[in-house]
């Protein structure tokens, strides 16, 4: 008779083998008899047993380990890179959506991206921006039309300075653009913290996939611009995860699911944006699922939607910076944040 080792397993997050959601139990019968079987697993994790630890592809969950790495005894022993089979779209976010449902809140803004997996989940939404966003208006109506619970948490305009230097202690880099959208993201992890919820089920990394910028509509090398963007995902889910980190929450992606990104990396660039159109493969997907007015509804990044970046602007007016929001950030950061 074959006797397999016992242990303890920590997990943060979640794993899947193949398309099913792994138990801690299962886990640990699965590595008692094969360590190197996380190297198939997906999910979104990190992981401790005995003196090795492993952490998913793409380094989703925030942990010590490189994305993607199996350590052992302090040596980096393989890779983790699941490798389901080939699908197409509509069933690899159907998945990647159905794999994270089991618990959280949704973030939706109301653009395409986000509409998509909360209809797919059906769970509660949560939505953020001051009491005259756009993104609020936008999300209640996207809501009423899907038949979507909806939390709005109305940001008061003289939080955001406080939430803005709490953003700046925990960030990787700092620039307008990431602390724009991190001030955002501080907002639905609170939300989401407030409402008893650890995980916010998010449409982030489906911009770099499917072509979302409205830059790219002027792009001379499409494929190439969105080639680098997608690589430049490893510091955006690092200060995400920062920010949500800090409320005690994590971003859950089912479009930097393994199946999505392989999918989606397999459409041609110049099917992705064209004829003013930007991520037409991600709307021709919605359009199974929801109207017209949902699937084809072009919006402005979150920052912009919430109202988040308009305040910013009027801090560093207010503070003396004029229109120069890296000004005014300098200024905060050489007044005590990141000491």
Request: charged fraction near 25%; proline fraction near 4%; hydrophobic fraction near 40%.
């Amino acid at each position: 008779m074959i006797r397999y080792m016992t242990f303890h397993v920590d997990l943060n997050g979640w794993a899947e083998l193949n398309g099913s959601r792994l138990s801690l139990s299962d886990i640990s019968s699965i590595l008692s008899k094969d360590p190197a079987s996380v190297t198939g697993f997906g999910g979104e994790f990190t992981l401790r047993w005995n003196d090795c630890c492993a952490r998913d592809h793409f380094g989703i969950m925030p942990g010590d380990a490189p994305p993607g790495t199996f350590i052992c005894d302090g040596e980096i022993t393989g890779s983790v890179n699941p490798s389901p089979p080939l699908m197409d779209l509509a069933q690899a976010i159907e998945i990647a959506v159905g794999l994270r449902s089991d618990e959280g809140i949704v973030a939706l803004s109301g653009g395409v991206d986000s509409a998509l997996v909360a209809h797919l989940a059906g769970r509660e939404c949560l939505v953020v921006g001051m009491e005259w966003s756009h993104d609020l208006r936008r999300a209640r109506e996207v809501s009423s039309d899907l038949g979507l619970n909806l939390e709005a948490f109305v940001i008061d305009p003289r939080s955001v300075e406080g939430a803005l230097r709490e953003v700046l202690e925990v960030i990787p880099r700092i620039n307008p653009v990431d602390v724009s959208i991190a001030t955002t993201l501080y907002f639905v992890a609170k939300g989401a913290a407030d409402r008893g919820y650890r995980r916010v089920i998010a449409g982030q990394g489906a911009d770099e996939l499917f072509g979302g910028y409205a830059r790219y509509l002027q792009s001379r090398n499409l494929a190439e611009d969105l080639e680098n963007d997608f690589a430049g995902l490893k510091v955006q889910l690092q200060r995400d995860q920062a920010v949500g980190s800090h409320h005690g929450i994590y971003f859950s992606l089912p479009y930097m699911d393994v199946r999505v990104v392989m999918a989606a990396r397999g459409i041609p660039a110049e099917e992705k944006v064209a004829g003013g159109i930007r991520k037409r493969p991600l709307r021709k997907v919605a359009l199974k699922y929801m109207p017209a007015s949902i699937a084809c509804y072009q919006k402005k990044a979150m920052q912009y939607g919430s109202g988040v970046q308009r305040v910013i602007e009027r801090l560093a007016s207010r503070s003396g910076f004029g229109r120069s929001v890296h000004d005014y950030l300098k200024h905060l950061t050489k007044a005590g944040c990141r000491a």
